[in-house]
């Protein structure tokens, strides 16, 4: 059962009305979700939310003004139970999606990549201050391998290839597409990283990748605010890292033996506590972070929309210093979070 819980205010929290909430609520389609067990990856964006199934069934839900749930403007401007998304224009499945502030990326498994939503910073990949209500193709970039997955900050997106080759476009400014350093980066273009890529995320303004082994990482961007780069482990240290993640201001590695090490910034508790173990799976949002620990959510950081299970009433939502385990009812197998919003799926 997919439930969620956090800010709602344009229906992103697919529960069937607009309202906040800090108690975890069952997720509602206009027809019925595929029976194809848990979702395969959820992305949610500043006010929207895709879903995505492993049959290659896509929902989404929220805000549409731009078109960003790659359905029709005409079919609401704001959603407020999930809705199905047509299937890809070239005859694929969907297989890859990824949402930025008002602006959603979604990968055909022919290979083939959409866009939709707004594009004023060349976060479509089209060309610079592009905006395409409808899904439209983007020109492919790299013909002679397979993109593996794809990642959206607040205004830019990378996309990895099975060769481990990252490419980038969007906002550009702070150095999160790497060199050289522009305003934006109209259409994709390859980051030199000098090894080769296992995983990458993307925060408000930087990008952050790493090796198979965890031998190399990198940090593009971040600018030394947060001490997002001073703070970045020497390289070496992430050896053995199981899952990545980044908030609006801070990085979070999940290691193969349930810790969970961070940087960046924690004055509302966006790093978790160092008592943390036992982390079995681990997703960050905007500005706090979920884990699944024996089968039960643990949350943490900035919770003011009642994203990290507590009320407003209970120190502004905010879990700081600890983690809060939420009340949900069965076992949790997996959390996704986005912008003061979290997902679980339980079981």
């Not at 929220?62 to 704001?78: A, D, E, F, M, W």
């Not at 020109?139 to 993109?147: L, Y």
Request: charged share 15%; aromatic share 6%.
């Amino acid at each position: 059962m997919l439930l969620s819980f956090g800010s709602n205010g344009n229906g992103q929290l697919g529960i069937g009305h607009e309202e906040d909430t800090h108690a975890p609520t069952k997720c509602i389609p206009m027809s019925v979700f595929p029976e194809t067990g848990q979702p395969k990856s959820l992305a949610a964006g500043g006010n929207h939310t895709l879903v995505l199934f492993p049959c290659g069934s896509l929902y989404a839900s929220g805000l549409n003004t731009h078109g960003q749930c790659g359905l029709p403007i005409s079919t609401g401007k704001s959603l407020s139970k999930f809705q199905q998304v047509p299937p890809p224009p070239d005859g694929g499945r969907w297989d890859l999606i990824s949402a930025g502030w008002e602006f959603s990326i979604l990968v055909s498994t022919t290979g083939a990549i959409f866009v939709c939503g707004s594009g004023s910073k060349g976060e479509l990949g089209l060309g610079d201050n592009i905006t395409s209500c409808e899904l439209t193709r983007m020109e492919p970039f790299s013909a002679e391998t397979t993109i593996v997955a794809v990642s959206s900050g607040m205004a830019h997106s990378i996309a990895l290839t099975e060769n481990g080759e990252l490419w980038g476009w969007g906002a550009g400014r702070q150095g999160q597409l790497g060199h050289p350093v522009g305003k934006t980066v109209g259409v994709p273009r390859r980051v030199q990283m000098g090894y080769a890529v296992a995983a990458a995320r993307c925060g408000r303004e930087f990008t952050f990748a790493v090796s198979a082994t965890g031998a190399r990482h990198t940090m593009l961007g971040g600018n030394g605010r947060f001490g997002l780069v001073e703070g970045t482990p020497v390289q070496g240290e992430l050896l053995q890292w199981r899952n990545i993640g980044a908030s609006w201001g801070s990085v979070l590695v999940l290691m193969a033996d349930g810790t969970v090490k961070g940087w960046g910034r924690k004055d509302k508790g966006q790093l978790p506590s160092e008592g943390l173990h036992g982390v079995q799976d681990m997703a960050v949002g905007s500005e706090h972070g979920l884990a699944v620990v024996r089968g039960k959510v643990a949350t943490w950081g900035w919770g003011e929309h009642g994203n990290c299970g507590l009320d407003r009433s209970q120190n502004g939502g905010d879990v700081i210093g600890d983690v809060h385990l939420v009340e949900v009812a069965g076992t949790v197998k997996r959390v996704w979070a986005g912008c003061a919003t979290s997902w679980v799926w339980t079981e």
